[in-house]
């Protein structure tokens, strides 16, 4: 029973996506494909954002919430483990960059408190 919901669940999203595209290539607007650095870049932006280094978008505020910082610096970490090998350079790069920027920032706060 489980095993059929899923496969409703999954084929639903893959027509949904599907919808999405046709009507993003009707209207002649860019579907936004998401990417690795995409995907990377959004977890360290919530990174900077929970550091207080970067307004939070919601509330136009700064906001420092450390250890919500510490759990997307762990979770990038972990990706870095788990992505060992499947990465392009760019993607290696940018990954490894931003795994020491955000330590180095999240040192600095934790040092100031």
């Keep these: 029973m489980e095993e059929n919901v899923k496969k409703n669940v999954d084929e ?5 996506v599907e919808k999405e595209k046709m009507n993003a290539s009707t209207k002649q ?12 870049s ?9 550091t207080g280094k970067l307004q ?5 505020k700064s ?10 610096i762990d979770t990038i970490e972990i990706i870095s483990e788990k992505t060992k090998g499947n990465l392009t350079k760019e993607e290696q790069d940018l990954l490894n960059e931003s795994l020491y920027n955000l330590r180095m920032i999240y040192v600095q706060e ?4």
């Design 12 to 16: 639903t999203w893959k027509n949904q």
């Design 29 to 40: 607007e860019a579907y936004h494909q998401p990417t690795f650095t995409i995907f990377l």
């Design 42 to 50: 959004s977890l360290t932006m919530q990174a900077m954002i929970a």
């Design 56 to 60: 939070n978008p919601v509330t136009g």
């Design 63 to 72: 906001e420092k919430n450390m250890e919500q910082a510490r759990f997307l």
């Design 110 to 113: 934790k040092n100031k408190a």
